[in-house]
């Protein structure tokens, strides 16, 4: 063969070779592999097609749906009061009135310019009309707390329940004639659906509360005071005792926890 007989041989060979590659396609040789570089980005596994599209919350720019508003905090148990509705705090008496401590109370009150609630016991009422008298003279509300501090009454049938607020009204307002009666509290808070049911049929609001101090448990007035402070909070209302056996400590308390509570929240009567 000459040599330019072998030189065409050649041309013809790389040809084919040349046609059959392009005929067969991109083979994995052809795939670049390249390390990031600088400003460049890696490569992302989102990417890739069988990877799930990224999330509305995980797109950049998205702004995720608003959350639904929490519900009220202002009930308790079986829709009984337990806030004001405003930053200020109201404080409650309850078990009077008591010919010794319910005065002093209505003194402090008089003197700090704070008005309070005060849940009356029937029983108390009917020994001690003068004092509910001043109660309401002096500006304060007034709540039934059952006619003798029956802590079982809820449990009792809605009839029993009725005759029980309606003796304890009656003996209010004998007292105080036209007395307006907004609230209703259950001694020890042990509500019921009918006991609820039954204050609202009457007019009368259950009222519960969220600060607790147990003064009943008869603690010493510092330990008062600083229970009511600690567990006080916006809107806050705040159980406490003129009535139901002695209540120095309460009364020795009250001035503390009147001024913090002031300064702090401001007080409001209940309405």
């Not at 990031?36 to 990417?47: D, H, I, Q, R």
């Not at 009077?96 to 209505?106: A, C, F």
């Not at 049929?201 to 600060?211: I, N, P, Q, R, S």
Request: net charge positive.
């Amino acid at each position: 063969m000459t040599q330019r007989a072998a030189i065409v041989s050649a041309l013809v060979v790389l040809a084919l070779l040349v046609g059959g590659r392009w005929a067969l396609g991109r083979g994995p040789v052809d795939t670049i592999l390249v390390e990031p570089g600088p400003g460049m980005p890696a490569a992302s596994a989102s990417a890739s097609p069988d990877a799930p599209p990224p999330s509305p919350s995980s797109t950049p720019g998205h702004k995720p749906p608003p959350k639904s508003p929490k519900p009220p905090k202002g009930t308790g148990p079986i829709e009984t009061r337990r806030l004001t509705g405003s930053k200020k705090i109201a404080l409650t008496f309850d078990d009077g009135p008591h010919p010794v401590w319910t005065p002093k109370v209505l003194d402090l009150l008089r003197q700090t310019g704070v008005k309070a609630t005060f849940c009356l016991v029937g029983t108390e009422v009917k020994q001690y009309p003068a004092l509910v008298k001043r109660i309401v003279r002096e500006g304060h509300t007034l709540c039934n707390h059952t006619w003798h501090h029956e802590l079982d009454l809820g449990t009792k049938p809605e009839a029993e329940i009725r005759a029980n607020l309606e003796a304890t009204n009656r003996e209010i307002r004998r007292a105080v004639p036209g007395a307006k009666i907004k609230f209703f509290r259950h001694p020890g808070g042990m509500w019921t659906a009918a006991a609820v049911k039954v204050s609202r049929d009457l007019g009368m609001t259950a009222l519960g509360w969220d600060v607790d101090p147990l003064d009943w448990k008869k603690p010493t007035a510092d330990a008062i005071r600083t229970r009511v402070i600690n567990q006080a909070r916006p809107g806050s209302i705040v159980l406490l005792h003129d009535g139901g056996g002695d209540r120095a400590a309460t009364l020795a308390a009250c001035p503390g926890i009147v001024s913090e509570l002031k300064h702090k929240y401001g007080i409001a009567l209940l309405r």
